[in-house]
């Protein structure tokens, strides 16, 4: 028998998600971070393109990022990062 994972969620919540692939147009690393960059992803005609910060600076050079797809969280409640 399997130990429970506490970090498990249900169906119910998994199915609240809204997870979209989108593509990255731009990226920057922004200035005074060593880990984050500012990404513009388009996520298609009805959500259109977001802002999102990012903390792989570290793995990543911006110009690596661009024109890559990349799952996306939709429906995330936004959060200010660094006065963006």
Known sequence: ??????????????SRLD?????IKFAE????SHKLLRLIIDLGPSIGERQIISGIAESYK?????GK?????????PKNFWGM
């Open 69 to 77: 797809k990349v799952p996306v969280l939709t429906n995330l409640k």
């Open 1 to 14: 028998m399997s130990k429970q994972n506490t970090n498990e969620i249900s169906y119910e919540e998994f």
């Open 62 to 66: 911006p110009e690596e990022l661009v």
């Open 19 to 23: 997870i979209r692939i989108g593509l």
């Open 29 to 32: 690393k922004i200035p005074g």
